[in-house]
Structure formats: C-alpha cells, structure tokens
C-alpha cells in the first residue's frame, strides 16, 4: 500500500482495467490500496514527492481503518487521516531541504499514529507470514488447515486487516516472486511459470497482463535492464516511466 506526499507537478495516473475504460487522474498526495490491475504514471514537468510503502499489516496499524475500504482504489490522505493533515506535512517538508530531514518528520507524523493503535489479529500475521514465505503457493484451504481456524473466519480478517481475500494476495505474491526470480534461473518462462506455482504458462500470462499491463516477457525485460543499471533513488526507472 503505497502513500505519496509531493509538491510541484502531479503525479499522473493512467489505470487500466478489462471491465472499465481507461481514466486518467492527477494528484500531489496520494493514498493506494492493493489493486488487481494495472496502474502506470509518471510526472510531465519538475516534482518532488516522498513515497510511503506500506506492508498491509503495517497500514492497517498506521492507517486505523478495514483496509477494504482502500482496495482497489485511491484517495486523498486526508479522506482516511484527517482534513489539512497532507497539506500540513507537505509544508514541513518543503522547508526542509535535505531528504534525511524530511525522511524524519514522515516517519515521526506516522510513529505517532501508530501509538496506542490496535494490533493486528496474531491469526492474520501468521497468515500472512506463511503466504509470504510460500510467495502466495498455499490455497485458503490449506492455509486454514496450517492456522488451525476456518476459511470464512479467514476471509472476513483478511479483508478488515490485509484488504483483499487471501486468494487475491497470493496472486498478487505469485507475480512479484516471477517478476523478481532472476532472469538465470529459469530457462524459459515456462519454467518461471512453474517455479512459480501457475498452472501453466498461459495462467502466468494472463496475470501480468492484468496485474501489470504487460506479458513476462516484456516486464522482466524491463526489470533486468532497469536493476543491472542501478536504482534510481530506489526504484525501477524503466519500469515506471514505460
């Protein structure tokens, strides 16, 4: 779950879904939940931003709120933190001009959210931690069976406490593990695809066209090109701006 505080030009957002045309929206503060399609942006003049990434967990703590209500969507910070709090913190860090100082007072407006904040359920965070550690290969029925608790109690704390069901997150942890498994390893995409836990090629296939917007092919290009040439204060450039 990504938070994005800047100044000068937007962020421009492109979302792209099957079942709705394309919509493009603009922002200076930002707040993601998880999605299950693809999103690209980028900036068309000067900006500066700080970027947030939010493990779910992590969000549900800071942010207070069922995450579900997040998913699938953006919104202004100040919908879920309070009128004028984006506005407030973005001033501060303009008058900053060092990136540690301003990195200090991000991280010390969301500590102090996090103070006295409910704890997420001890079952979600086994959960979850299980599913992170098979990158998303159990079924809900198994990770039910290894939790000890039942598919529907299950379903109901991943959607308060993570935003989306526990198939769904580990879709999403299948891409990102073929997505990062280094282009050495597999000797064709089918055997990413494998490794990975599709049923087959076409399954993988399908899910980067949805997830990303584009084939394994094109992606993992993008992805090896872009980490043998270094990151860009910490991110993917290639991928970002394609």
């Known amino acids: 779950m990504t938070l994005i505080l800047g100044w000068g030009d937007p962020l421009h957002l492109f979302h792209e879904a099957r079942s709705a045309p394309a919509a493009r929206t603009t922002w200076h503060a930002m707040l993601a939940g998880l ?40 919104v202004h910070p100040d919908a879920v933190l309070g009128a004028g709090w984006s506005a407030g913190l973005i001033e501060q860090l303009v008058a900053v001009p060092g990136w540690e100082g301003r990195w200090a007072i991000v991280e010390d407006a969301l500590a102090r959210r996090m103070v006295n904040a409910p704890s997420p359920s001890p079952l979600v965070a086994e959960a979850w931690s299980r599913l992170r550690a098979c990158h998303g290969r159990l079924s809900v029925k198994d990770l039910a069976a290894v939790t000890g608790r039942g ?11 993570i935003g989306l069901p526990p198939q769904s997150v580990s879709r999403i942890l299948r891409f990102q593990r073929a997505l990062t498994l280094p282009s050495d390893s597999c000797r064709s995409l089918a055997d990413r695809a494998a490794a990975c836990g599709y049923h087959d090629q076409a399954h993988m296939n399908r899910d980067f066209r949805d997830l990303a917007g584009l084939t394994p092919a094109q992606l993992c290009l993008l992805a090896d090109r872009s980490a043998s040439r270094g990151p860009l204060e910490g991110r993917l450039a290639d991928v970002f701006d394609h």
């Open 35 to 74: 999605q299950l399609s693809s999103i690209r942006g980028g900036y068309e003049g000067v900006a500066e931003a700080i970027e947030v990434e939010f493990t779910p967990l992590g969000a549900y703590i800071c942010l207070g709120l069922p995450l579900h209500h997040l998913a699938h969507s953006h």
């Open 151 to 161: 598919t529907r109690r299950l379903q109901v704390l991943f959607r308060e406490q």
